[in-house]
């Protein structure tokens, strides 16, 4: 079979069809140079962008504990799955701080997270 060969529209270089991709709006075929040289830098800034919104959400998605035997309030993923334990106390007498109001608990998160490392 033989290979049908179009004319990119940015570099007028002729390139296999398989090669072309279109472009960011979607309504031109360009080479696979072209496309590359326009959307590095916008890949790069979505990836970062989505890791700044993974960041946000993981702190967001955070909510207080707090110790039924000795009175530690800690702060934890929501998907932390050992939460139940005291890292105080160590005892299995904790239970989910729903009292607090969201800025207490980020407060208390940024401390925390100083206060309690991994
Ligand atoms: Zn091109
Ligand atoms: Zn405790």
Not at 59 to 67: F, M
Not at 91 to 109: G, H, N, Y
Request: net charge positive; with cysteine.
């Amino acid at each position: 079979m033989a290979e049908v060969y179009i004319t990119c529209s940015r570099c007028k270089a002729k390139v296999p069809m398989k090669g072309m991709k279109y472009n960011e709006a979607g309504d031109d075929l360009i080479c696979q140079k072209c496309y590359a040289k326009a959307n590095p830098s916008s890949a790069m800034l979505a990836k970062k962008e989505q890791k700044q919104h993974d960041e946000i959400l993981q702190r967001t998605i955070s909510i207080g504990y707090v110790c039924t035997s000795c009175g530690y309030r800690f702060h934890r993923d929501i998907n932390y799955k050992y939460w139940q334990k005291c890292p105080w106390c160590e005892k299995l007498s904790v239970r989910k701080d729903v009292k607090k109001s969201a800025t207490e608990v980020i407060k208390e998160a940024q401390q925390g997270e100083k206060a309690w490392k991994y």
